[in-house]
């Protein structure tokens, strides 16, 4: 089969590797769509992923598939099932496996992280971690699924009640989901923080009630000429020292803060230690997505998450390395491989 794979930092190579044999409780997908996530580009550069990264390895951890084999054991899927993949396999033995915080997994292994995933015309992947799409689900919503997944981790974490205040920095496909996300927990205002205008326009389309400049308008400023004060829940997708300071600015007094976004591995910030006592403070991260892959499915199922205005760019199997790169564009929301 035809297989794009990971050789080292910045190479990508498209081979052909053997067809893969599939064991009593496997599946095998033919990968029809896998989104680019922000975690290929650290890897392609060199840094780390979700999971420690050793080449060879065919990336891609977002995706969906139709079922082309099933082994022997497998009772829950047939040729011919559309499935969306959760990439993260638990070990189920380590102290946070057996303590409810699988995700903190000591022995975490992803498919498309450090085994093989998305990124070649086939994938055989533990039978788990398979999850029935609806049979008129489009492949390209099916490979949401995982980030969707994550987003609602954070959307858990965060606690947001009907009728909270919230706002989003930054609006790439995370942020978008996201913001889809609070309007379904029942946010009464949604804010977007985001210097791309295409972008501020498909959230407006799709559930926030205001989109912000930051390079025209100070946020803080702005959030409060409308709410009257800082919101109750802040969540930040977009990984930079100015999107972290935003979002300190413009959580008010008990608010929940999100980091959200994947920082640099030395990335540090300065966080004044009186307003976090003072306001009461909540911040936090998110880490993957323990148990909401089904929730996520749910959701694109239902068609409740409007996803196909967030996917901008389509590339062939040939064509991996342009995909990573796009997806760092500005102009780009949200790309995907097409094998
Ligand atoms: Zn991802
Ligand atoms: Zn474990």
Redesign the pocket.
Known sequence: MKAAVFMGRGVIETTTLDDLEVQDHEIKVRNMAV?V????IHIFHGEKGSADVKPPVVLG??YAGEVVAVGRAVTGFQVGDRVAVDPNIYCGTCYYCRNGRKHLCENLTAIGVNRNGGFAEYSVIPEQQAFRLGDTVDFEAGAMA??LA?CLHGIDLAQIRPGDTVCVIGGGAIGQLMVQLAKLAGASRVFLSEPVAQRRQIALENGADYAVDPFQEDVAQAVRKINGRGVDVVIECAGNQKATAQAFAVAGKGAAIVLFSVPKPDAEFPVKLFDVFRKELRIMGSFINPDTHQRAVNLINAGKVNISPLITHRYGLDQVEEAIRKQSDPDSIKVLVKP
């Open positions: 989104g996530c922000g975690t290929d951890h977002e995982e980030p994550c």
